[in-house]
């Protein structure tokens, strides 16, 4: 081919590609599941990286502030955690200087020290850690609990549901016969239940499905079912010590007979009654209990709403993870129901982490006030139903979505935070910024790519260790406002 031809064959597909760059949206053309991208003339021009942040500051500062020597005494040391690589020798003012802080307006202060004042005086006091998928699992969770529980006493995994919905699960081993089915209160719910009595753990579960309110009930099936819950090998020690039983039910048609089995042996043999709105059965349980199982029989299940292994002292806490929701579920069951639960329970402390699942939804800020005002009600309603308890709002970590190839933060999400910000404060509650404290924008890729990693690909959800180490942080952050209270006390 002549140099002329293939000069000007070559300036012909420059152009036929600038044309396409031209009518290219920059956001990209859809094709079925497939985003098709064309890069911009600036792109081509001029240099476009990605700036990640640098994350190498934060990660070195990590500590165990428990491991600090009492605040009133000489503190000089610190010990090494598995978290990350301790700072030696320094002194306790210079070491929490780097902990990110919880934000709290004067009520918000006044009703976290409430909640410590009762930590420092009760023999039982209980955490309810509510969030999306971040904490499901038991992640982050597990390494907040277990460290109030070394330094407050305690033991066992708190409430947890009658059949677990997600195949991981750090602290205990759980499993169901194959009649049991999960009814949740948020994403699709299940068109057969014709109440909104969900307990507080925003689902029950049963092994029979639910009988119609508007027909007449028939024994015509015998259900027997049965759940078996044991310690987990890679657990926290306490976790693995359950010493007390309590089960949350009610809504059976039929009575039901129940029992609890320890070993090869029945601890407690029961009868559930029919058209109990919402009961109890508790059971005080051997030493060095680490498996129970629980047997059902009768023509229909009750609703159980949670099942709690946990000691009647030091401090309980609950990891109540609802995958794909956004928080806003507690306004949505039955009000009378839920303070029945909530007045048997009697949380201390509410921590609500939120807000990661409306992220990749968000268009406008318009849809940002209205999720600020669903979940500033959520709030009220709580206080309401628990009007002794105090609230930490965490906000979501940060999250990358892909544009073209590279990764960057949601373009609403900072906004996003912002509001629940905004939302906690003006309700007393404290607000624990997680995208900030682990390095704000366009940090999750840099914990993505650390090593060993600290978040997982999908530029999202942390990794085993990452979680362990923002829970470190968080739990820093806490036990720092508590040991503040102890000085204006003292």
């Given at each position: 081919m ?8 070559t ?8 044309g ?19 890069p ?14 640098d994350?190498?500051?934060i ?30 020798s ?12 919880i ?8 009703n ?20 999306d ?80 309110d ?23 020690k ?9 089960m949350?039910y ?139 308890a ?8 940060d ?6 190839d ?24 404290g ?11 366009n ?5 993505v ?24 942080m ?11 209270f ?5």
């Amino acid at each position: 081919m002549k140099p002329v031809k293939i000069l000007l064959f070559t300036f012909g597909v420059f152009l036929l590609l600038a044309g396409t760059m031209w009518i290219t949206p920059g956001g990209g053309v859809k094709l079925g599941a497939f985003t098709f991208h064309m890069p911009t003339f600036k792109e081509m021009l001029a240099d476009n990286e990605v700036e990640y942040a640098d994350v190498s500051e934060i990660l070195e500062q990590q500590f165990d502030i428990d491991s600090l020597v009492d605040i009133d005494l000489d503190m000089d040391t610190v010990c090494s955690d598995s978290v990350a690589e301790f700072i030696p020798s320094a002194s306790y003012d210079s070491l929490v200087a780097s902990i990110y802080k919880i934000e709290l307006a004067d009520t918000g202060k006044i009703n976290l020290h409430r909640f410590f004042q009762t930590l420092h005086d009760s023999t039982l006091i209980r955490i309810m850690h509510y969030g999306d998928s971040q904490i499901e699992g038991d992640r982050i969770t597990s390494f907040v609990r277990n460290k109030f529980q070394v330094k407050f006493g305690g033991s066992g995994p708190g409430l947890r549901p009658a059949l677990q919905p997600y195949d991981y699960i750090f602290s205990a081993v759980q499993e169901n016969s194959d009649n049991w089915k999960r009814y949740p209160i948020y994403g699709k719910v299940d068109s057969t239940v014709e109440h909104d009595r969900y307990g507080v753990m925003g689902a029950f579960s049963r092994f029979a499905p639910p009988a119609s309110d508007t027909l007449p009930f028939r024994d015509s099936i015998l259900y027997d079912a049965e759940l078996n819950i044991s310690k987990s090998d890679i657990s926290y020690k306490l976790t693995r010590e359950y010493k007390h039983f309590r089960m949350f039910y009610g809504n059976a048609k039929r009575p039901v007979e129940m029992q609890l089995m320890v070993k090869a042996d029945i601890l407690l043999t029961d009868t559930l009654p029919a058209a109990l709105e919402y009961g109890v059965i508790e059971c005080q349980l051997p030493d060095s209990v680490s498996h129970i199982s629980v047997r059902f029989s009768g023509y229909d299940s009750p609703d159980i709403y949670g099942i709690e292994l946990a000691e009647q002292q030091g401090v309980i806490v609950d990891n109540i993870a609802l995958r794909g929701s956004s928080g806003t579920i507690f306004t949505k069951s039955d009000y009378l129901h839920s303070l029945k639960m909530y007045s048997d329970l009697k949380p201390g402390l509410f921590l609500l982490q939120f807000g990661g699942n409306v992220v990749p939804y968000i268009k406008n800020e318009k849809a940002i006030k209205n999720y600020g005002r669903w979940f500033k009600s959520q709030i009220l309603r709580l206080q309401n139903l628990c009007p002794d308890a105090a609230i930490i709002v965490i906000g979501p970590s940060d999250m990358s979505t892909k544009e073209k190839d590279k990764y960057v933060t949601y373009e609403y999400l900072p906004v996003v935070v912002e509001t629940l910000k905004e939302v906690a404060l003006s309700t007393g509650c404290g607000f624990w910024d997680m995208y900030e404290a682990m390095g704000g924008y366009n940090s999750m890729p840099s914990w993505v790519n650390a090593d060993p990693e600290l978040a997982r690909p999908d530029y999202v959800h942390f990794s085993a260790r990452g979680a362990r180490l923002v829970a470190n942080m968080f739990y820093n952050a806490l036990i720092f406002e508590y040991n503040n209270f102890l000085m204006e006390v003292n």
